[in-house]
């Protein structure tokens, strides 16, 4: 499966690289000399950390990059009546007679304790490009599924401070 990226989001990650190889990378190699200067190895406590935090930085590096090269670039526009990425939707829940708001993003920024909510996910895709006042079918799964209707629409866009996920 690719993920959907925006060009935004590769955007994000190619800093992120750079900033991992050019300053992260030098750090993690710095504090491993160190560490391992100390001497005995096998009761060194900041020569495995450092190591450690030297390999997460290079698996977090080849993850990333991996992102990239597999994504399929998405755009972020949308019709201004219609639910699309970035955009701000109150959705009304109606066995829960709850109306709760949502941002729609790529699916590595989701963060549904944040309510970020991906366009791959149950709830984004059953939303996704329709218009205030529809009622619209969640599917959990094969068994269960739920109704909401969109409320309200802002056309909010991405600006930036949506983070990635640290996966």
Not at 11 to 16: G, L, N, P, S, Y
Not at 42 to 71: G, V
Not at 158 to 167: C, E, N, T, V, W
Request: glycine share 4%; hydrophobic share 35%.
């Amino acid at each position: 499966m690719h993920d959907e990226l925006t060009a935004n989001d590769i955007k994000k990650m190619e800093d992120e690289i750079e900033y991992r190889k050019l300053v992260v990378r030098k750090k993690a190699l710095d504090d491993v000399k160190v560490a391992r200067a100390q001497g005995d190895l096998s009761e060194n406590f900041e020569y495995k950390a450092a190591k450690q935090f030297k390999n997460q930085n290079e698996s977090r590096i080849r993850y990333l990059e991996k992102m990239i090269k597999t994504a399929v670039v998405i755009s972020d526009e949308s019709k201004d009546d219609e639910v699309g990425m970035f955009n701000t939707v109150d959705v009304y829940f109606e066995d829960d007679d709850e109306t709760e708001t949502y941002k729609i993003v790529t699916t590595v920024r989701g963060n549904s304790l944040k309510n970020l909510i991906s366009k791959e996910s149950p709830l984004g895709a059953a939303i996704f490009g329709h218009k205030v006042g529809d009622r619209c079918e969640v599917k959990v799964n094969d068994d269960y599924s739920y109704f909401v209707k969109i409320m309200k629409i802002q056309n909010t866009v991405d600006d930036g401070s949506d983070d990635l996920r640290k996966f």
